[in-house]
Every structure is written in C-alpha cells, then in structure tokens.
C-alpha cells in the first residue's frame, strides 16, 4: 500500500531538521554553545547528539525514497518513540534545571513537538 503524500512532506522537512542540527552539533558545537550561551561544554556528548540527527535524516532520506507503507512503517514507529522520549527528557530537563539557557530548551522542544504532530497525523493518515 502506498503511503499518505504528506508523509512524504513529513520526512522532507525532518530531513531538513536533521541535516541543520545534525551537522551544527557534530561539526559546530562550540558554535551553538556560544549561540545559546549554553553554561556548559560537552563536546562528546554534542558530537554525539550530532550523528544521531544525521542518522535519524538519513533514515527519513531511505523513507522519502521508498513508496510503500509496508517499507516506512516501522520507521515512522522508531521516529515517534525517539520524538517523544526527546520532548520528556528535555521538559524534564528545564524543569528541573531553569537556570540553564531556557530559549535553547524551549526552541528544541517546539521543533521536536512540531516533528511529532507531522509523525502523528502521517502515521494516522495511513491507518486509515
């Protein structure tokens, strides 16, 4: 079964959203550190988080590409589990920590929320 259009916009714009912080924290940390004004840093961990967007991307390239829901379902799946894992833990994290820099958190969650709700609606559209 072929899946919904807009599931295909859907992973076009996480492509987009994972190259732009895949590459900042894997290759620019420091620069989003002092973007931010982040209190601390973590380069490992950044670099880390890094390659996880550019995976992630990667993966919504080989969704994009593919043309049935059979090939991208499980794919949707993982994406949906990882997005709201992230929005827990960085919720969590501004709340228990409000003197780190809140616009960073804040901006990060409205981005995740807003891969969610394009996740949520494609993966509803294609049960239908």
Known sequence: ???PGFLKYTFLIHIIIALVYGIMFLFLPMAYIDLVVWPFADLAAARMIGALFLGYGIAAFFGYKAETWE???ILVLANLVWIILALFGLIWSVVENPVYPV???????AVSAFLLILYLYSYYLARQ
């Open 1 to 3: 079964m072929q899946y």
């Open 71 to 73: 090939k991208v379902e």
């Open 103 to 109: 616009m960073a958190y804040w901006l990060n969650v």
